[in-house]
């Protein structure tokens, strides 16, 4: 049987993930066994954390209209509802932008819904 040197197709395999690990503190970057583990380690917390971002985002909207909303006397939940109802296409994320830079324009929102009810 013929020897097969896998020289190149293993070095390879192993740059690229070295090159994945460059910046990483000490044997991290340098030792590919233990570069193997740190990369595999991120890319899966990286994975997870994208959906943890728009978790995170989310609620900080509904926190930011919650605020809001109280300010002017209703709550978030009937807020919401009341939108809702209207057929409103604003979604949480410009609800949320509004309230932070434009609040005339959140107040009239408010007053909208308040005279619909």
Known sequence: MVRVKRGFVARRRRKRLLKK???YFGS???LFRIA??????ALSYS???RKVRKRFFRKLWIIRI???TREYG???SNFIY????????LNRKVLSILSLT????????IENIKSHE
Request: aromatic share 10%.
């Open 21 to 23: 690990a460059s910046g």
């Open 28 to 30: 991290r970057h340098r």
């Open 36 to 41: 193997k583990e740190s990369v595999n380690r």
């Open 47 to 49: 994975y997870r954390d």
């Open 66 to 68: 919650n605020a809001m």
């Open 74 to 76: 209703i709550s978030y």
């Open 82 to 89: 009341s939108l809702k109802k209207q057929k409103c296409k």
């Open 102 to 109: 434009d609040s005339n324009v959140f107040f009239r929102i």
